[in-house]
Structures are given as C-alpha cells and as structure tokens.
C-alpha cells in the first residue's frame, strides 16, 4: 500500500556511523525529511527471508533452564516472561545528543535531553557496551531489567522507566551518584558525618527497594529476586537511594503440583565474591559442612541486604577489620558461623538507630534461610523503628548526603580491595 504523508512533520536527524577496515569512521549528521514512498509488489525480493515463529514467540523460559528443574517448576505469573516494549521512542532520539556517564560490565550509560514547554529535562539512555556482543543473552537480560522497572512504577524506592526497545532502556536521570559513591567518599573522608538516624534511613531504603522488588503487583509471594545486590545498584535521586540494574534479576517458579510453593535452587548462578550469601558460598566451595539444603531464590538477596547495611552502619566493608579476609577465609567464616565484627562504639551504643540496625542485620544474617525473614518484614521493621525515634506516624525517609570531594575519582580500588572477588560476580 501507499505510505500517507503528514505535511506538518519536522525533518529528523540521523546520526550515521560507519567502520572501513577495522577503522571506526566519524559520526556524521543529516537532515533527512520525511519523503512518499511508493511501495508495489515490483518491490518485493524474489526470494525474502521467510518469518516463522522463532520471530516473535516469548523465549525467555529458555534462559531458565539451568536454574529450574521445568519438568517440576513452572513460572508463578505468565507476564514474568513477557516484555513491553515501546520502540517508537527510541527511533525518536537525537543520538547526536549522547553524552556518555558510565559503563558497567556489559551496559553503557548516557545522559539525554528533551525539551517539555521550554525546560531541558535529562534522562538516561542505558545501552549495551560497543565493544561487548549483542547476542539473544544479552537481549534477555534488557528485557527482564526493563519488566522489573515497569512492574515497579508504584515504588518511591526504584527508579521509573521512560521507554524500552530491544537493549535500550530510557530511566530516570540520577546525578547524585550511587550508594558505593557515597560509600567511597566518606571512606576517603575518614568516616561519614552521617547520624545514627539519617544511617537508618539509608538501610530502609535498602530493604525497601528489595521489599518492593520481591512484592510486584502486590503479591504474597516473591515474583523476582535481584541476585546482584552490591553498593553499586542503587542511586540516589532526591534524597533516596533508589534499586537499579535488574538485568541479572530472575523470576521465582513455583512448584506445578502445588503453585502456593516455591521452588527451591541448589546453587547460585552468580560468581563468587565476599559480597555474595551464605548459601552460595556452601554451595560453590569444597568446605565440610552439613547444614546445606536447597534454598528459596529471595532468601539470598535478604542476606546481600545485610552485607549492605553492615557497611552503611560501620563505614566499613563485611571481613575488612580486624584483617581484610578474601573470599576463601569470608566462606569459611560464614560456615563456621562467624559474622563481621561491629565496631564497640557501635555495639555499646544506646542510639536507638544503632541498635534497630543491629536488629536488622540480624535478621538480614540468620544462618538458616528458611528461618531468615522477608524482606518486606525487615522494612516494616525499620520503618517502625524510624516511627518511633521520630514520634511521627509518616517519617521523613529522605536524607541529605555530607559533600564529596568534587575531585574525587570514578575508580574502583577501594572497593575491589576490600572485596576480593568482585570483578567475577
């Protein structure tokens, strides 16, 4: 058929980039207009790729099937695979306009404008990295990062989507960096100017943002764990430090016989770092041990919530002090049973901050997993606590971080020092 022209179109800008023997040319700019085109069966290929439903059928099941037994397991909700892609959006951008922020392990982050009644607002453009293949992996996990943000539009602590096509997601612009930002700066400073409440306050948003992941469309059950959780996923956005980077994130089946059951897994699917749960550390390590079962997903991000609020309380990374523990010496201690140590000033400490955090943790680290509580029961917790310091039945949970050092550095050092292992989860 015939395309219909819209004379009140503006002309778009491309951005064209080429590579000639290995040599990446330069961007090049031009206006094209919006032109009729006249399409007839002439125009056809004679031999055209043939669409079969390998094109558009759902995949993501696919992905799963190291991590649950299918023949068992099912998923809890048939929109846990499903994507909503709004690509239109997309071919819209001026990619002329990128400005590039950072790059995680596989993705790119760039700032955006658009211009609404006068004012620029900014918005983040994350894409896959240029130098790291695209394939159908890398696909899937846009797709689940992008389900998880829409899912949790409602949530004050994640980040809201603006668009997703294929591996772009358009999000919220977060310039005051992220909480392993903040980490860094005041480990630098020699400790935070943070008080005890305003610590709280973080760990709430902590568990919150978890909370609100593992509850999607308000169910009783966890529908996602994050599986990722690390000082770098959360940024902060007026004055909250708000859960992001759900693209290693993965849906929780359940049992097909009894779907009010989830189902259980006997291993992580993440690399080994001190960061990383209990569980994992006994199911990927040759130590002797006998208290190992197979454990539900959502129980090892409450544990990885714990390693951050340990932090957030102590200034101090999990196995820093009295000696810096790699990862071997961190599993064989969390066998064993062993914690942490909390500073003294901490652990006598009468703040009421100090102690629900203590409470907290203690929670968060339960050696039994099926004994460890629920995220959404460790924020109510805290949320009680904050309830009752403030005497206010709706508490500010927003908190204005000390300055960093305008200089300071987008490197990692301290922290994979600190973490041994961390450049492999």
Request: net charge negative; hydrophobic share 30%.
């Given at each position: 058929?015939?395309?219909?022209?819209?004379?009140?179109?503006?002309?778009?800008?491309?951005?064209?980039?080429?590579?000639?023997?290995?040599?990446?040319?330069?961007?090049?700019?031009?206006?094209?207009?919006?032109?009729?085109?006249?399409?007839?069966?002439?125009?056809?290929?004679?031999?055209?790729?043939?669409?079969?439903?390998?094109?558009?059928?759902?995949?993501?099941?696919?992905?799963?099937?190291?991590?649950?037994?299918?023949?068992?397991?099912?998923?809890?909700?048939?929109?846990?695979?499903?994507?909503?892609?709004?690509?239109?959006?997309?071919?819209?951008?001026?990619?002329?306009?990128?400005?590039?922020?950072?790059?995680?392990?596989?993705?790119?982050?760039?700032?955006?404008?658009?211009?609404?009644?006068?004012?620029?607002?900014?918005?983040?453009?994350?894409?896959?990295?240029?130098?790291?293949?695209?394939?159908?992996?890398?696909?899937?996990?846009?797709?689940?990062?992008?389900?998880?943000?829409?899912?949790?539009?409602?949530?004050?602590?994640?980040?809201?989507?603006?668009?997703?096509?294929?591996?772009?997601?358009?999000?919220?612009?977060?310039?005051?960096?992220?909480?392993?930002?903040?980490?860094?700066?005041?480990?630098?400073?020699?400790?935070?100017?943070?008080?005890?409440?305003?610590?709280?306050?973080?760990?709430?948003?902590?568990?919150?943002?978890?909370?609100?992941?593992?509850?999607?469309?308000?169910?009783?059950?966890?529908?996602?764990?994050?599986?990722?959780?690390?000082?770098?996923?959360?940024?902060?956005?007026?004055?909250?430090?708000?859960?992001?980077?759900?693209?290693?994130?993965?849906?929780?089946?359940?049992?097909?016989?009894?779907?009010?059951?989830?189902?259980?897994?006997?291993?992580?699917?993440?690399?080994?770092?001190?960061?990383?749960s209990l569980e994992e550390?006994q199911a990927k390590a040759?130590?002797?041990?006998?208290?190992?079962?197979?454990?539900?997903?959502?129980?090892?991000?409450?544990?990885?919530?714990?390693?951050?609020?340990?932090?957030?309380?102590?200034?101090?990374?999990?196995?820093?002090?009295?000696?810096?523990?790699?990862?071997?010496?961190?599993?064989?201690?969390?066998?064993?049973?062993?914690?942490?140590?909390?500073?003294?000033?901490?652990?006598?400490?009468?703040?009421?901050?100090?102690?629900?955090?203590?409470?907290?943790?203690?929670?968060?680290?339960?050696?039994?997993?099926?004994?460890?509580?629920?995220?959404?029961?460790?924020?109510?917790?805290?949320?009680?606590?904050?309830?009752?310091?403030?005497?206010?039945?709706?508490?500010?949970?927003r908190v204005t971080l000390?300055?960093?050092?305008?200089?300071?550095?987008?490197?990692?050092?301290?922290?994979?020092?600190?973490?041994?292992?961390?450049?492999?989860?």
């Amino acid at each position: 058929g015939n395309s219909k022209r819209n004379n009140n179109q503006k002309p778009r800008v491309v951005a064209i980039v080429g590579k000639k023997e290995g040599e990446v040319l330069p961007i090049t700019n031009a206006i094209i207009p919006y032109n009729l085109i006249k399409i007839s069966e002439q125009d056809m290929p004679d031999d055209p790729p043939l669409i079969d439903s390998t094109w558009f059928e759902p995949n993501a099941a696919e992905y799963l099937t190291d991590k649950y037994d299918l023949q068992v397991c099912q998923p809890m909700h048939e929109w846990q695979l499903q994507s909503f892609p709004n690509c239109n959006s997309f071919h819209e951008l001026d990619l002329t306009q990128l400005r590039y922020i950072t790059s995680g392990t596989r993705r790119s982050a760039f700032e955006l404008r658009e211009v609404v009644n006068g004012r620029h607002n900014p918005f983040v453009y994350k894409s896959g990295m240029w130098n790291v293949g695209i394939n159908e992996k890398r696909v899937e996990m846009q797709r689940v990062d992008a389900l998880v943000l829409e899912k949790t539009q409602s949530s004050k602590f994640v980040p809201d989507i603006h668009g997703y096509c294929s591996i772009g997601i358009l999000m919220d612009y977060t310039p005051g960096g992220s909480l392993y930002d903040y980490i860094k700066g005041v480990r630098l400073a020699g400790g935070s100017t943070l008080s005890p409440i305003n610590r709280l306050r973080i760990a709430l948003h902590i568990t919150a943002g978890v909370a609100d992941l593992q509850s999607i469309a308000g169910s009783s059950m966890p529908t996602f764990y994050h599986d990722d959780l690390d000082w770098h996923q959360y940024l902060y956005v007026d004055g909250i430090f708000k859960l992001n980077d759900f693209n290693y994130a993965k849906p929780i089946y359940v049992k097909k016989h009894n779907t009010n059951e989830q189902c259980t897994l006997t291993k992580g699917h993440m690399g080994i770092c001190k960061g990383r749960s209990l569980e994992e550390f006994q199911a990927k390590a040759n130590y002797n041990y006998t208290d190992f079962s197979p454990f539900r997903p959502d129980t090892i991000d409450i544990w990885m919530m714990g390693n951050l609020i340990y932090t957030v309380m102590t200034d101090l990374y999990p196995f820093e002090k009295p000696f810096n523990l790699n990862r071997t010496e961190t599993g064989k201690k969390l066998i064993n049973g062993e914690r942490s140590e909390i500073p003294e000033h901490i652990w006598n400490s009468h703040d009421p901050s100090y102690r629900a955090m203590m409470e907290a943790l203690d929670m968060c680290w339960t050696y039994r997993w099926d004994k460890r509580p629920s995220a959404r029961y460790v924020t109510d917790y805290l949320f009680g606590e904050l309830q009752k310091i403030t005497g206010e039945e709706n508490p500010d949970v927003r908190v204005t971080l000390p300055e960093r050092d305008p200089d300071q550095k987008n490197t990692e050092s301290d922290y994979q020092f600190f973490n041994d292992g961390a450049n492999d989860c």
